[in-house]
């Protein structure tokens, strides 16, 4: 059970403060900022989530620039609390529409009568944004969606041929439309993590795909909704790994480690009999209907997968003082496909003094950068079509002569991206059902695939 | 669905008297019987109006046969109001109390779950003192319903599943019914239900080795699912509980070990847990991958994470796994030329040298050309210190870096680096005194002259040695050494063994069982005092939890050859060298006693000789003498907690029992069992419980041995002592037969000079 909640913008400043358990005293926040900023420990190190000040344990996440932190003096388990403080940031969102600092400061007598009914004298009660929704009365002030940074292409939902800016699903799930009306939609998004390794000589020494199946529901009277995936998904292959297995088994099947359900998915229809590997995949969501934004489904692959970019970084000595990096970007994917925020990073060899960049004739969109502070240079292309390859030259200048580990002290190459429309896993979604009576009932359906780089590294 | 706020101003309006009550009656009775359709909705408004009156303080318990009535509905809407309805007036109005809970107690066995649970809430939320009894039978029921579990919340499942933990199964076949109902949970995607769910499991299956080598199989892959899922504050979480049992079984992990390879995105407190992993799971087939990997993870640009990797690579390598390509390894990281590089590598090669000495010339030989200019941190001077006077003849210009050491000894601010130098200086002279006599001379000079006075006593030390005779200094600065085989390790196993009994908390996050980090009110009922020499009085107690936990017994022995691997991990403790000329503080910090270790240990043959004799000479001996003896020194601060004596006692088998009588004096003097504790204390021996008033006592003792391996090397002893009869029976107990006799007589030499 936890003695009290609180939220904190980064300057420190208090937002939020709740106390369930007047145990522990108020100069907590000030305490819990002071151990965050100025944490001990070697170079670089940023205060784990969970850590205990006197005998007081402080449990904090970080979202949206904002710390979301619990206390409590006994031996709680970290997971609850840590699910508890992202349930409730899930909540919040819910409500408000956008979290930030903005829409809480304008929003909190609802936050607070939200943690009145989230939380009794510690212990969680309910985190389901259906189930408060009736003991809830306050009317979220929802702050101006034109002022959200725009997501670019990535935040694209699609219905067939038709579109739909991502930030439709910043609206609240309770406030009433300007017009009154609701609108009946539901929102399924397919959001992939992917994870690369490639060794200097180019082989993919290890390879995950994190994915989770996010849904956010506009539906009012909380239908039931199937969700069918791929039928030649396969779940499980014993013991944690599938290294082992590499990608031998069943070419052009859907093969998955391991995945979890959220509370309000039956499982009646998903057959786990493991010695089967064709299954057919349906959920039906009823226990809870959802309302918000929930994942339906995380999963994870270590099934080897077809890579969206290649790298090939090289260097050489160019003379004395001298050397020279070239990078070269081939996007693998269909070139109907177009990856945003496409960024290599890149530490150079500490004695680096200066990097000059020669970009290919004629691109477009492209940005580079060299910190002499940290030795790392960055190249950024805002947009990258499938099939295409880029290159840059990077000259460097060092202060040392002849340096034989230049290889050893140059990289790995880091990469971010996101691609929006491509899954990895090639998991998809067959078709989302709504099951509603009437017949002239047929909500929008929109489904979402996007993949992001969570850690895409190449060494040298 | 909860009921709509009673408190909302809906269109109802007051009732103007008795009349209006009556209407409401009659309405009521006549929804009651019907079945019309719309007739629920038709219900729900009149439950509004009734619970709004309610609410703003009228008397509405005259309906209270009406609403019962009302209530055979399947709607839990209507359902949720008449409980709120009855709930309200049961406390109030005794004489409907009764009523309320036959109705109740109807509900709870309602065909529906949702409503039985409802029912069953509400039944348990009266409040009436004189209706628990009734409680009883449904509370029963419901904790048998099939449909239990699954229809708490999430969060409610968390507190049930911290319950069934606690439960002992009444024999194998319930276990496996409990594991079956609860396995889909561990698919679930709230981390706190799944984390749960694994310490019942873990908690079920202690006694059945084989059941929890599967249950480990079982949670491998939702565990990583969770770790690769979710924030990373919460990956963290569920990351400590896997290191936890990577830790306790290695084992079951090596073939796992990719998936605790670091991620570029990965925080630095996920990056270090993953890389104690790696160390822990490396084995004969993995160690060339991981390394190779680690080694990557060495030129990082996160500099403490470099560091970690770097003290990975080694800790592998003291684990003696492929040592061979590890040390060349190791020796490339010197050719990076990074100072935090270099300083680490230094620190490991040392530490190497003293484990496998064998490997000495590959390594100095590029020690050599590391410039003393780029090792800036003390404890990697120390270990280049250390080299360079360990190793003066196979390094030529020993005696000229050292000299420069000597030179800017002013500038030096590390009084450990001071030390080693000094220490350094000597050695090498000891083996190449024409070119070092100078040095010395200037090092000397400047110790003696140093404000700090460890270095100012060492400086004086060595110069009246050095006076006494160069042979002498030498066999007391530079004796003899032998490789150091056995690394202790850091936390003792009774300590894990408590963080592990505490699943899902945040012991395993802090690694540290709750008591350490918690004040004392807060730690929950069962928890043991954990001040050995405060806790007088718990023998009866400890005795009855002997018996109930006897489920458990066997948890020890279950995780393959995981105390194997611990004790090669962690601090260096000097086996046989003489420890004081080592470079590192490690040695002698965190070890409770410091005694020269004696020859003995290390030559098992010669031990009985010598217990023979310490067997003769002890009676004679004094107490205090015995701790001199060389073949049993006792640890000054042995480490055990209750529940770990507890279980240690139920292990082993009585290895002796002996009377002794007591002196008169020592008669008098126990009028309570605190003053025999503090005397044994004096000796070693600390009591763990004790009870009894006179004339009758009863003690347990226990010690260790110095240096002993983590959990091993105890005494354990129990003591019942009757002052009348001034007699002393003692039971034994030990995993430590060899030295049995030597403690017995320490024990026995010390509880007869109690009083005198």
């Not at chain 2, 008297?17 to 009556?22: M, V």
């Not at chain 2, 499991?201 to 491998?220: C, G, P, W």
């Not at chain 2, 003293?354 to 490997?359: A, E, G, L, T, V």
Request: proline share 5%.
């Amino acid at each position: 059970m936890i003695s009290q909640f609180f939220v904190l913008s980064l300057r420190g400043d208090n937002i939020i403060f709740r106390d369930y358990r007047a145990d522990v005293p108020k100069s907590s926040a000030e305490i819990f900022f002071r151990k965050v900023k100025f944490w001990k420990g070697e170079e670089g190190e940023e205060a784990p989530p969970v850590f205990n000040v006197d005998g007081v344990n402080y449990l904090h996440v970080k979202v949206a620039g904002l710390l979301f932190v619990a206390t409590s003096r006994v031996n709680v388990s970290p997971s609850l609390v840590l699910e508890l403080l992202q349930r409730i940031v899930r909540v919040a969102k819910d409500y408000l529409g956008v979290l930030n600092e903005e829409s809480l400061r304008k929003n909190f007598v609802l936050v607070y009568e939200l943690l009145d009914e989230t939380i009794d004298f510690g212990y969680p009660q309910t985190t389901s944004t259906e189930v408060l929704k009736s003991y809830v009365f306050n009317e979220p002030i929802t702050i101006d969606a034109a002022r959200i940074p725009n997501l670019g292409a990535a935040a694209i939902f699609m219905q067939g041929s038709r579109r739909m800016p991502g930030t439709a699903v910043t609206k609240s799930v309770v406030a009433n439309e300007p017009g009154g009306k609701k609108r009946e939609e539901i929102f399924v998004d397919i959001i992939e993590k992917i994870s690369v390794t490639f060794s200097s000589s180019g082989y993919i020494l290890t390879s995950e795909v994190d994915g989770t199946i996010q849904m956010k529901s506009y539906l009012t009277g909380n239908p039931e909704i199937r969700l069918a995936l791929n039928e030649d998904l396969s779940i499980g292959s014993g013991g944690g790994s599938n290294y082992e297995y590499g990608g031998s088994g069943g070419m052009g099947m859907v093969m998955l480690d391991d995945c979890n359900f959220h509370e309000s998915v039956r499982l009646d229809d998903f057959d786990l009999d493991r010695t089967l590997t064709l299954l057919v995949i349906h959920f039906i969501i009823t226990k809870v209907p959802p309302d918000g934004e929930f994942p339906v489904m995380n999963y994870r692959m270590t099934q080897e997968f077809k890579v969206p970019f290649k790298v090939y970084p090289t260097i050489s000595d160019v003379g004395a003082f001298k050397a020279e990096l070239v990078l070269k970007v081939r996007a693998e994917f269909a070139n109907t496909i177009t990856a945003n925020s496409v960024v290599l990073r890149v530490p150079l060899p500490k004695s680096t003094t200066r990097a000059t960049f020669q970009l290919e004739l004629g691109a477009s969109g492209q940005s580079t950068d060299f910190k002499e502070s940290n030795k790392m240079m960055e190249w950024s292309l805002r947009k990258v079509t499938g099939g295409s390859e880029h290159l840059l030259r990077v000259k460097l200048t060092l202060s040392q002569e002849r340096n034989a580990n230049i290889k050893k002290e140059t990289g790995p190459v880091s990469m971010n991206f996101t691609i929006p429309m491509y899954n990895a896993s090639r998991l998809q979604v067959r078709y989302l059902q709504i099951v509603k009576k009437s017949k002239t009932y047929n909500p929008y359906r929109w489904v979402r695939y996007v993949t992001h780089a969570n850690s895409y590294v190449v060494r040298l | 669905m909860p009921p709509p706020p009673p408190h909302r101003p809906t269109s109802t309006s007051t009732p103007s008297g008795k009349g209006e009550l009556a209407e409401l009656k009659t309405q009521l009775r006549q929804l009651a019987g019907s079945r019309a359709p719309g007739v629920e909705d038709l219900k729900r408004e009149l439950y509004k109006k009734v619970i709004s009156y309610m609410t703003i303080g009228i008397d509405v318990s005259p309906l209270f046969s009406e609403m019962v009535m009302c209530s055979a509905t399947s709607d839990v809407v209507l359902k949720k109001m008449c409980y709120l309805y009855v709930g309200n007036y049961a406390r109030v109005h005794p004489d409907l109390a009764l009523l309320t809970i036959n109705f109740l107690q109807k509900d709870c066995q309602d065909e529906y779950p949702m409503i039985r649970g409802l029912a069953l809430r509400s039944l348990c939320s009266l409040r009436v003192q004189n209706l628990v009894e009734y409680l009883v039978g449904p509370l029963r029921s419901g904790l048998k319903d099939t449909h239990g579990i699954k229809d708490f919340s999430e969060w409610a499942q968390c507190l049930v599943l911290e319950m069934v933990a606690k439960y002992v199964p009444e024999d194998p076949n319930e276990t496996f019914d409990i594991m079956n109902l609860l396995e889909d949970r561990l698919q679930h995607a709230n981390s706190a239900v799944v984390l749960a769910t694994i310490k019942v499991f873990l908690n079920l299956t202690m006694s059945m080795a084989d059941v929890h080598q599967q249950v480990y199989e079982r949670i491998k892959a939702p565990l990583m699912t969770l770790v690769s899922s979710g924030s990373p504050e919460q990956s963290y979480a569920v990351l400590c509980h896997l290191h936890l049992l990577v830790m306790r079984a290695p084992v079951l992990f090596s073939s796992d070990y990719k998936h605790f390879y670091c991620r570029y995105s990965d925080p630095s407190y996920i990056k270090k847990l993953k890389l104690e992993m790696l160390t822990a799971v490396a084995n004969e087939n993995n160690t060339y991958e991981i390394v190779t990997e680690l080694s990557e993870y060495a030129a990082n640009v996160d500099v403490a994470i470099a560091r970690e990797s770097i003290r990975a690579v080694g800790k592998i390598a003291l684990q003696q796994y492929d040592v061979n390509a590890i040390v060349d390894r190791l020796l490339q990281f010197l050719e990076m030329e990074k100072d935090y590089v270099t300083a680490e590598t230094l620190v490991l090669v040392k530490d190497l040298l003293r484990k496998y000495p064998q490997w000495s010339q590959d390594c100095i030989a590029v020690v050599g050309n590391v410039s003393s200019k780029h090792v800036q941190e003390p404890k990697a001077k120390a270990a280049l210190l250390w080299m360079l006077g360990e190793y003066a003849l196979e390094m030529p210009d020993a005696p000229y870096v050292l000299e420069g050491f000597v030179e800017s000894w002013a500038e030096e601010e590390s009084p450990e680096v001071r030390l080693e130098l000094l220490t350094a200086v000597a050695k090498c002279f000891f083996r190449r005194a024409p070119e070092t006599q100078k040095i010395l001379g200037a090092a000397l000079a400047a110790a003696l002259s140093d404000a700090h006075q460890d270095v100012h006593d060492r400086g004086l030390l060595y110069y009246r040695l050095l006076q006494h005779g160069v042979e002498t200094a030498e066999r007391v600065i530079n004796p003899p050494k032998q490789a150091v085989s056995v690394f202790a390790d850091t936390q003792s196993s009774e300590i894990k063994d408590r963080i592990f009994d505490e699943f899902n908390t945040l012991a395993v996050v802090y690694q540290q069982p709750s008591y350490m980090f918690l004040d004392k009110e807060h730690r929950g009922a069962f928890e043991f005092s954990d001040d050995t020499s405060t806790n007088a009085s718990v023998t009866e107690s400890s005795e009855t939890m002997l018996a109930s936990q006897s489920v458990d017994a066997n948890d020890n022995d279950l995780l393959l050859s995981a105390s194997e691997k611990e004790d090669t991990r962690g601090n260096l403790v000097s086996n046989g060298s003489s420890s004081y000329v080592a470079p590192s503080n490690s040695l002698i910090d965190g070890l409770g006693s410091f005694t020269v270790p004696p020859a003995a240990s290390s030559l098992p043959t010669a031990s009985f000789a010598i217990d023979d004799l310490l067997g003769l000479s002890l009676s004679t001996n004094s107490p205090e003498s015995t701790l001199a003896q060389p073949s049993l020194v006792l640890n000054a601060k042995p480490a055990l907690n209750p529940g770990a004596f507890q279980q240690k006692w139920r292990q082993l088998p009585v290895a002796s029992t002996e009377d002794y009588g007591l002196s008169s004096q020592a008669a008098a003097n126990l009028t309570g069992p605190q003053p025999l504790l503090k005397h044994m204390q004096t000796h070693l021996i600390h009591c763990i419980a004790s009870g009894g008033q006179a004339p009758n006592f009863k003690f347990f003792f226990f010690a260790q041995k110095s240096n002993a391996s983590t959990g091993l090397g105890y005494f354990l002893v129990e003591c019942i002592i009757n002052v009348t009869a001034r007699k002393c029976t003692v039971n034994y107990k030990t995993d430590e037969s060899d030295l049995l006799e030597s403690f017995a007589a320490v024990f026995k030499s010390a509880i007869l000079n109690f009083g005198v």
